[in-house]
């Protein structure tokens, strides 16, 4: 009986680890990058929209770049401030004449999520 007991115990604790991490019950932000403009040799433009924080507080928002697809916060990052709705962002440092890929991100207590990644290239 106490056999019994313990591997329903074990079963129940690891199916909802499991349902946590794979099933979506923590989703991150879900957000759109807004059109990069105003693009010079060492600056451009660029912004969110925050479509849903799924009922969690958005603690950090703004747009990160990088010479390479797909960027992250780990990369270059500006910090526009918290909350949900649309946001502007401007991007300094860059180097003229450079291919530079760009994305929203919005963080919650369940994590960074992004927005679709475009591309833009500063003038020489």
Not at 9 to 38: F, M
Request: glycine share 12%; charged share 10%; hydrophobic share 30%.
């Amino acid at each position: 009986m106490f056999l019994l007991f313990g591997l329903i115990l074990v079963h129940l604790l690891g199916c909802s680890k499991s349902e946590t991490e794979e099933g979506g019950e923590n989703p991150v932000p879900i957000l759109i990058t807004q059109a990069v403009a105003s693009i010079t040799a060492t600056t451009a433009t660029s912004g969110g929209v925050i479509t849903s924080d799924d009922g969690n507080d958005i603690t950090a928002r703004g747009v990160c770049w990088h010479t390479s697809q797909n960027p992250t916060t780990s990369n270059n990052k500006t910090n526009d401030g918290t909350g949900t709705g649309s946001y502007f962002s401007s991007v300094t440092g860059l180097t003229p004449g450079a291919t530079y890929y760009l994305r929203a991100y919005a963080t919650n207590r369940n994590g960074t999520g992004y927005g679709n990644t475009l591309s833009f290239t500063t003038t020489p």
